[in-house]
């Protein structure tokens, strides 16, 4: 009896340390990383004129991200990305730069399966810069404005520490009523379509 009580409670304690080694691998990954920064490219269709005449082709876009999840669903994030492309106009190009403050909210498709695909959507505040690019564009200034945006994509987890995502993000920045020469003033807008991955820590 004194043996199988010893024996007993060497096994149950060996279950203990198992269940506390698995509960702490557990929070260290998944969702419990509360912070996590990332990357992404794509395109950018810009929305808007560069003079009266000639509108902005397609260009590219690029940036970052830094976030904190506040809960499993709802993330607090600061970007900064940057789209350029040109026009038809030889030598003469656009460049807009942005940062933005963002919340954003995860839905999870299956909620009990760490690797569950999500939905995601988010809206956010900033400032951005419209810049005109080679030597057509020596005579007009850059312009700064309020930035509105706001984004909606799919994103899915690979492992414990690295989503992937695809999103589509709509850029508005409201520029001033003055006009520069050359340009026709209108607000630097935009929709694009990116591709990325975050790693959470």
């Given at each position: ?7 007993f ?10 269940r ?10 998944g ?6 920064a ?9 929305f808007f004129d ?5 509108g902005a082709d ?12 506040v809960?499993?669903?709802i ?19 656009y ?7 963002n919340?954003v ?5 299956n909620?009990n399966?760490?690797?569950s695909?999500?939905?995601f ?10 810049n ?20 909606l994509?799919v994103?899915y ?12 993000r ?7 009523e ?13 929709i694009?379509?990116?591709?990325g ?5």
């Open positions: 009896c004194d043996t199988f009580q010893v024996n409670s060497e096994e149950g304690e060996k279950v203990a340390q198992t506390r080694t698995r509960t702490r691998r557990t929070r260290r990954g969702v419990d990383n509360k912070f996590y990332g990357g992404n490219l794509g395109l950018f269709v810009p560069i003079t009266d005449d000639d397609v260009g590219f876009t690029f940036g970052g991200l830094f976030g904190y999840r809960t499993k669903n993330s607090a994030e600061i970007e900064l990305y940057d789209s350029l492309g040109g026009t038809e106009v030889d030598d003469f190009g460049n807009i730069f942005g940062a933005s403050a919340g909210y995860r839905y999870y498709l909620p399966n760490a690797k695909l999500y939905i959507g988010g809206g956010g505040l900033g400032v951005g810069v419209l005109f690019t080679g030597d057509a564009a020596d005579d007009i200034d850059s312009q700064t404005g309020f930035l509105l945006q706001g984004k994509g994103g987890p690979i492992s414990d520490r690295i989503d992937l995502f695809g999103q589509s709509l850029t508005n920045v409201f520029l001033s003055d006009e520069d020469e050359g340009f026709s003033g209108e607000d630097a807008n935009g694009s379509f990116d591709v991955a975050t790693f959470k820590f």
